[in-house]
């Protein structure tokens, strides 16, 4: 099977709400990153995580290689987060990274 | 900034015709990768390189070549076009922690 699960699939949010999106992994992995696809289609790097938990604005992602899983939190979501939110995992060869499916977020004025 | 540019953006290909993606980036990255990307699987790495003269196999690499001839030139090759093979890429470049991707290249392959 897929060694990257991606959940949910879509997601709806009111603006200024709060959410959460959550890979799980079928093995340890080395690393996990998070993207997020634009609606024109471009990707942009959110975080990179060895370990631990990252904060950016009202972006925060945790990574757990024990347990098998990260996440990444939207807190007070705007208009502008809208798009697909890929998470990324770096297992067996270095740099040979494994996408999920994506979780598409809709914000909702 | 980071600078990932990728060419042609469009393409239409025949059947059993050659295509040639070229990406090229400014940012000095000895990492360098092509991932396609399509409706219900995400994106999936094909080829990727740890710097000039090395190509590496990635998840998805059948019916794909690799060129690495460059620091910041990777190119993905389809020696036999086929309808398959149809779909987005992405080429992207990266340090040991973070990515940086093209806008990507739509290939259809009639």
């Known amino acids: 099977g897929m060694p990257v699960e991606q959940n949910p699939p879509a997601l709806s949010l009111y603006e200024g709400a709060d959410s959460g999106l959550r890979c799980n992994f079928s093995t340890t992995m080395k690393s996990v990153q998070w993207f997020q696809q634009n609606h024109r289609g471009r990707l942009i790097t959110l975080f990179y995580?060895?370990?631990g938990t990252k904060e950016n604005g009202r972006l925060k992602s945790t990574f757990n290689s024990k347990e098998r899983y990260s996440t990444l939190h939207i807190k007070d979501a705007q208009l502008e987060d809208s798009g697909t939110y890929f998470c990324a995992a770096e297992w067996r060869s270095y740099q040979n990274f494994y996408f999920g499916k994506g979780t598409s977020l809709t914000v909702i004025p | 900034e980071a600078a990932v540019t990728q060419s042609p953006r469009n393409k239409v290909a025949v059947t059993g015709g050659k295509v040639t993606l070229s990406c090229n980036q400014t940012?000095?990255?000895?990492?360098m990768y092509w991932y396609r990307q399509d409706t219900g699987h995400g994106l999936r790495l094909i080829h990727y390189?740890?710097?000039?003269?090395?190509?590496e196999k990635g998840d998805i690499p059948d019916g794909y070549k690799a060129s690495r001839p460059s620091q910041e030139n990777f190119s993905l090759i389809l020696e036999l076009a086929t309808p398959s093979q149809t779909s987005v890429y992405f080429c992207?470049?990266?340090?040991?922690?973070?990515?940086?991707f093209g806008p990507g290249t739509r290939l259809t392959v009639l």
């Open positions: 992207a470049s990266g340090d040991d922690y973070e990515q940086y």
């Open positions: 390189s740890y710097g000039a003269g090395s190509t």
């Open positions: 995580l060895a370990q």
């Open positions: 940012n000095n990255h000895n990492n």
